[in-house]
């Protein structure tokens, strides 16, 4: 859950999530190196009169600056690329749930289950009981076991909306008239907040995904009885 005044990501939920920040560690002092080194010869160029006249004409300065960003960008892009084929591997998912995007709501169904289907409104603010969250709350949480794969497909019936949980490094346009698939593994046990990520109208800011991770006998538990309340 990210909080007020927060400069980094919230704390991974999911193992697709951990490698992404890693990378964006990775990236990011590859890019602190970089600005470092411009400034010192920015600064060295304007604080000094003197010239180096070997460094005019080099032969060997010339190589150094054209292999080294050569090598710089295959250190970012062999990570990144590991990182995108990972997020698009889904093998033998346990669970799959489809995301349809409404204005002004989402509405999910366990496709692996006989008539487990709901919509999933925005929480009013006097509805809210305490600890829950302004904005973020639904009436019905989309609950998955944890440390199993899950396949979520995604679509939309009317605009274009975007199904995104920050925390489990999920991201994935609903489009209608096509289906969308992303994979998802809670690694721990907890309720993970997530937002309409695409601009598709009036109340867009009021579409909160709310994904509540428990373990496998649990999930069984709450299942079965949503089923028996259908």
């Known amino acids: 859950m990210a909080h007020p005044a927060q400069l980094g990501f919230q704390d991974a939920a999911s193992p697709v999530m951990e490698e992404l920040l890693h990378f964006h560690d990775h990236a990011l002092m590859i890019v602190f190196l970089i600005s470092t080194l411009v400034l010192y010869i920015i600064i060295a160029m304007v604080s000094t009169k003197l010239t180096n006249k070997l460094i005019l004409d080099s032969q060997e300065i010339e190589i150094v600056w054209t292999i080294l960003p050569a090598v710089i960008l295959v250190m970012i892009a062999l990570p990144s690329l590991c990182i995108l084929y990972l997020m698009d591997e889904i093998n033998d998912p346990h669970l799959t749930i489809k995301a349809m995007g409404h204005q002004w709501y989402w509405s999910y169904e366990y496709t692996d289950y006989e008539n487990l289907s709901f919509d999933a ?29 899950i396949r979520i497909l995604v679509s939309a019936e009317d605009v274009l909306h975007s199904w995104a949980v920050p925390s489990m490094g999920v991201k994935m346009d609903a489009v209608p008239g096509r289906l969308n698939q992303t994979t998802l593994l809670a690694s721990r046990p907890g309720v993970y907040y997530g937002q309409c990520s695409e601009i598709c109208g009036a109340n867009h800011s009021f579409m909160p995904i709310v994904i509540e991770a428990v373990p496998l006998p649990h999930f069984e538990t709450r299942s079965a009885h949503q089923l028996d309340f259908a």
């Open 121 to 149: 409104y925005m929480m009013s603010t006097q509805d809210l009981s305490p600890g829950q969250f302004r904005l973020l709350e639904t009436d019905h949480r989309t609950v998955i076991p944890v440390e199993s794969p």
